[in-house]
């Protein structure tokens, strides 16, 4: 038990219990199953970014994506475009959202190697060009995805729905990447300390390329879920992941000081993000009044975290 | 200037000050008064206690027993007192001008045209101590050369701020001077000696030492082996004050067959198969810098290898070396982790096998290999770093100080293991900040001022032909 | 030579909105006139406000990702309380003020990561910013839209605001005494504590400017559009940020220059509607402020390679 309530992610997991209780208390347990189920379906899109914004903060101070949201507006615009709605082309959509993902990693990572820039200041000024993109590719109009992708992205399978099914096997193979691959080993010793990781032979550069690739598929991959889910791309629809990306990561229990992953917490905290926003919904507290509350439960896990941490 | 010495009260005295870091005694029970009017010059070879004493003087560090006090002045404190320090690492703010350098550690600094008051103050600081120096006040800091940021932070160090100033304690203030601005600084110290000042000179030219100091204090492992006039001093009897004379026993390294050269650098390193060559000198003076763009240069960030062609052991650990949020285990097997891996992932049976056969061979002392590395003292810390280095298969092995803050048991273990491990065909490149360290190996180079000064190798290689080569020993 | 380049640093972002200025100009003779130079730089006005609110943080190492939606905030209590009841409104914007010095302590004191502390400050900023006015709305007071909307003689008060915030800001961070410590604090915060200064009191006096200016930036742009909304500022975050880098400043180090900065905040704004210009689709715009900061900082590269090879 001591193990458990140790380890970092264990607190998302409770939060969103505790919101998820308090939510039913009101409703005297009627809607529990809807209420999980919409948890699920929306708590999806946000632990898959989350999960690569997770790997990239992983590498250490100074490291964040902040072009998430525009490659998922990007990946979802032009793989519905390529679809054009017809059926039988999910495939293609999807090699399309890989594609861009790879594109726009691959552009991120060369500015940041390449001109030596910071990554925030980096992945910020590439947002703007990809956005722009977005934009010209899209043209206002809304392209329905296929009916077949729509179906499955809406779906469920086992009483569970398919987009969470796919963020849960995504955060299976990240966790399995992380915890037992030589390059989950490679990543973290990165984040700890980027000049001990090169001077014990670790490939650091390769590290933080592969790192920087993988967030921006994942984004991708998200956008392309979240067109398909919403029945079209809109060019906005990145918008709030941009800091929900960060919430849920350091809201999982992940250090933003760089060397430590958590992916049980990602979920944990892409759940609570959902389900406190329910919680105060149903209790008819405003929008101000929930978002206030958002802002001072992150500050205070990260206080906590941080004080924990200078205790040993 | 000896009468005035005699007969003031001391700037400075220290009764009896000792000051310990754990079972270390880095200065071991220092009585010295510094009276106005005398240049003392300080020396002593690497961690002699010099920078330990002078930390301890600017109220940097209190003593562990025994005083300080500053009975010219009745101050309490060390600023209050007038002792500055100028410092060899540096301590500008490299975005900030020379003048708004100034005004960061003269607070009196205020309200409107200080900034032109700064600007007088530190140009005719800086005409007094460097005439002639070029610099302008209203240039950035980090556009300057080193050698001219040097010259900033000891006209900081000299300048009024407001204040008198008593004693200023220079370490190693001409370590990136030219000879000629050097000598403006020997020229400055002594008028500023003769007009009431007090100076602390710590440097590794002799020859400047003499040329400047009244009276010189040689240390050795943390105690004050001698303290003369500078008359009662010849450069040979420095040099031998500072070692240790009565260990001339060492063992001689046995010559052996060695194999074909197996490294060669452009600025001279080179070292054969199976030959430990050591890196001497003083701290600072390159060694480090030549080791890490040796191996930097030989091994790639960007691919990552079964077979390594060169392995590092790090002796500054929590820079180079530990990954702090990791256990024992993981931090031995980072180097290694591609010699058993199955489809990419980690073979962990194996890695608990590798890092336990370790564990016994090298002597980590824990019960468990999963507790943290930060569990583990300063000693056991490297001995994980040796097993990451050793488990591999690189043939050479570069080692940067190793054994900062090791235990005696522990080294006498290494340096087995290094012997035994050269003589199976291992070549080993391993700068030390401790002499008989280095007298253990084959061939020695030694470095000075970021360069090679010499290469011993054989009967060469004693305490005197090293200390000889890292200071400097002729008037240039 | 060096003195060149010593200059390069505020020579870049000059030439840069020069060039983009002659530009527009030469597509465009009708905006080369008081009106079209207004028209072009209105919008500039808030966003160089919270430029140099970012430069204040980034000048200790930090970095705000909250400047959007505290704009956002103070502009919606400009645009209510200050509007309706002047004293309150006064009294809340100081308190705001006040607020973001005591972030600054804590960040310090508890060495917390600014960039999640200002990202949880965000959500605080926009709740009760949304509590403040639920639905876009307000009115801006009468004598703030008659600021912003004047019309000096010669020159336009787009121009006349810029040069002022350049000017105060100038005098603020670079030219003062505590300006030059705090710029220190950024350089080698270790040898600003051993001369001697209260590095915390430091750190919330850069983050009290900061929400000084943020406070300023919101007002500004309630005079500029007359009401308010809970959103209406989010994206100057990452647009106050390209500001700073593309006017010379460094994320560490404490390299900043708030001149440079209020002209990153102007070269934004006109490469926005430069491409409009070019007849090229409105799409590009966004594209054309991220090209335009790849572009700059591609140059910066080249310059300070240059100039560590002479050094």
Redesign the interface.
């Known amino acids: 038990m001591t193990t458990l309530f140790s380890r970092p992610w264990i607190w998302s997991w409770l939060a969103a219990g505790g919101a998820f209780m308090l939510t039913m208390l009101l409703t005297e347990g009627r809607g529990a199953g809807e209420l999980a189920y919409a948890a699920l379906s929306f708590g999806a899109f946000a632990a898959i970014v989350g999960l690569g914004q997770m790997m990239v903060i992983t590498l250490g101070p100074g490291n964040v994506d902040l072009s998430i949201p525009a490659v998922m507006t990007l990946s979802g615009t032009l793989a519905l475009k390529a679809m054009g709605s017809v059926p039988g082309a999910e495939y293609w959509g999807l090699g399309v959202a890989v594609a861009v993902g790879l594109g726009a990693g691959g552009a991120n990572f060369a500015l940041i190697y390449l001109l030596r820039l910071p990554p925030i200041i980096a992945t910020l000024a590439a947002s703007l060009v990809y956005q722009s993109v977005a934009i010209w590719s899209n043209r206002g109009l809304r392209i329905r995805p296929p009916e077949a992708l729509a179906d499955f992205a809406t779906g469920r399978a086992f009483g569970i729905p398919n987009v969470a099914l796919v963020g849960l096997m995504l955060a299976v193979v990240v966790w399995v990447v992380l915890e037992r691959s030589i390059w989950g080993r490679w990543l973290l010793a990165t984040g700890q300390n980027m000049r001990a990781a090169r001077l014990a032979g670790v490939p650091v550069q390769i590290v933080r390329a592969v790192t920087y690739l993988t967030v921006s598929v994942l984004a991708a991959v998200a956008g392309y879920l979240l067109a398909s889910f919403s029945g079209g791309a809109s060019l906005n629809m990145g918008q709030e992941y941009l800091l929900m990306s960060i919430a849920v990561v350091v809201i999982g229990g992940t250090s933003i000081a760089g060397g430590n992953s958590n992916v049980p917490g990602v979920w944990g905290g892409a759940l609570f993000m959902f389900l406190v926003v329910s919680m105060l919904n149903s209790y008819g507290f405003g929008a101000g009044v929930r978002l206030v509350l958002t802002g001072s439960i992150i500050i205070g896990i990260v206080i906590v975290a941080s004080t924990r941490r200078a205790r040993p | 200037m000896s009468t005035v010495a005699q007969d003031s009260a001391p700037i400075v005295a220290l009764t009896d000050a000792a000051k310990s870091f754990g079972a270390v005694r880095a200065l071991d029970g220092v009585s010295l008064s510094i009276r106005p009017g005398e240049c003392l010059g300080l020396v002593g070879h690497n961690g002699a206690g010099k920078s330990t004493l002078v930390n301890v003087v600017n109220g940097g560090l209190a003593p562990t027993s025994g005083r300080v006090d500053f009975p010219a002045s009745g101050a309490d404190t060390a600023l209050v007192a007038g002792v500055r320090s100028v410092f060899q690492e540096l301590s500008l703010c490299p975005n900030l001008t020379v003048a708004e350098n100034l005004r960061i550690s003269h607070s009196g600094l205020c309200g409107p045209g200080w900034r032109r008051a700064a600007r007088a103050e530190i140009a005719r600081t800086l005409d007094t101590v460097f005439p002639g120096h070029g610099i302008d006040t209203e240039t950035t800091v980090e556009e300057l050369g080193i050698a001219e940021r040097q010259m900033v932070e000891i006209a900081i160090g000299f300048a009024p701020r407001g204040q008198d100033v008593r004693l200023v304690i220079l370490d190693e203030p001409t370590s990136s001077l030219d000879a000629a601005i050097a000598d403006q600084l020997v020229v400055y110290v002594r008028q500023f000696c003769a007009q009431g000042g007090a100076v602390i000179f710590i440097s590794h030219m002799l020859g400047e030492v003499f040329a400047v100091a009244s009276r010189i204090l040689v240390m050795r492992d943390g105690k004050v082996v001698a303290d003369r006039p500078v008359a009662a001093f010849t450069r040979q009897g420095l040099v031998d004050a500072m070692g240790h004379v009565a260990d001339d026993d060492t063992v001689a390294a046995v010559t052996r067959d060695l194999g074909p050269e197996v490294v060669r650098t452009d600025d001279g390193l080179a070292a054969r198969k199976g030959e430990v060559v050591g890196l001497s000198g003083l701290a600072g003076h390159g060694q480090a810098r030549a080791l890490a763009h040796l191996y930097l240069g030989t091994t790639s960030a960007w691919r990552g290898r079964r077979d390594p062609k060169m392995v590092f052991v790090a002796g500054d650990r929590t820079r180079d070396g530990i990954l702090p949020l990791w256990p024992i285990l993981r931090n031995i097997s980072i180097g290694v982790l591609q010699q058993f891996s199955r489809r990419g992932l980690v073979d962990r049976s194996a890695e608990t096998a590798l890092a336990g056969d370790w564990k016994h061979r090298i002597g980590i002392r824990t019960g468990d290999l999963a507790n943290n590395i930060l569990s583990l003292s300063g000693g056991n810390q490297q001995k994980v770093l040796f097993a990451r280095a050793l488990a591999s298969t690189a043939p050479v092995v570069v080692m940067d100080d190793p054994m900062r803050g090791v235990d005696v048991g522990t080294k006498q273990g290494v340096y087995a293991m290094i012997r035994a491990e050269a003589a199976k065909g291992r070549t080993f490149l391993w700068y030390s900040t401790e002499t008989d360290e280095v007298c253990q190996c084959d061939r020695v180079f030694v470095f000075r001022n970021g360069r090679i000064s010499a290469e011993l190798t054989g009967d060469a290689i004693t305490e005197e032909g090293i200390l000889r080569a890292s200071f400097e020993m002729q008037d240039d | 030579m060096?003195r060149l380049?010593?200059r390069y640093r505020i020579l870049l972002p000059v030439v840069s909105l020069a060039l983009l200025l002659v530009a527009t100009f030469y597509m465009q003779p009708r905006t080369m006139s008081y009106f079209g130079v207004n028209l072009l730089f209105n919008l500039a006005v808030p966003i160089a406000l919270a430029t140099v609110a970012q430069m204040c943080i980034m000048m200790v190492e930090d970095?705000d990702?909250s400047v959007g939606a505290f704009v956002s905030l103070t502009a919606c209590v400009t645009a209510t309380l200050l509007n309706d009841q002047p004293v309150l409104g006064v009294g809340v914007l100081a308190c705001l003020v006040a607020a973001y010095a005591v972030m600054g302590a804590v960040i310090h004191r508890?060495?917390?990561?600014a960039?999640?502390?200002t990202?949880?400050?965000?959500?605080?900023?926009?709740?009760?910013?949304?509590?403040?006015l639920?639905t876009p709305g307000g009115a801006s007071p009468g004598w703030l839209r008659s600021m912003m909307t004047s019309t000096p003689p010669m020159v336009p008060m787009a121009v006349v605001a810029s040069v002022v915030i350049a000017t105060v800001a100038h005098l603020l961070v670079v030219?003062s005494?505590?300006g030059?410590?705090l710029?220190?604090v950024?350089?080698?915060a270790?040898?600003?504590a051993?001369?001697?200064?209260p590095v915390i009191r430091l750190k919330a006096l850069a983050y009290g400017l900061a929400g000084l200016f943020g406070v300023l930036a919101g007002m500004a742009l309630v005079g500029l559009t007359t009401s308010a909304d809970a959103n209406i500022a989010l994206r100057y975050t990452?647009l106050s940020?390209?500001g700073v880098?593309l006017g010379g400043g460094e994320?560490t180090?404490?390299?900043v220059s708030p001149v440079g900065a209020v002209i990153g905040a102007l070269t934004l704004t006109l490469a926005a509607s430069f491409l409009s210009f070019l007849r090229l689709?409105p799409?590009?715009?966004?594209?054309?402020?991220?090209?335009i900061?790849?572009i700059v900082?591609?140059a910066r590269?080249l310059f300070t390679r240059r100039n560590t090879r002479d050094?």
Request: zero cysteines.
């Open positions: 060096r380049f010593s970095i990702l508890l060495e917390l990561p960039i999640v502390v990202l949880g400050m965000s959500f605080v900023w926009g709740g009760l910013a949304l509590f403040i639920p030219r005494g505590i030059t410590v710029r220190g950024g350089g080698n270790r040898s600003v051993r001369a001697g200064w990452l940020i390209a880098i994320f180090g404490g390299k689709s799409d590009w715009q966004i594209g054309a402020q991220g090209g900061l790849i900082l591609m590269l050094g």
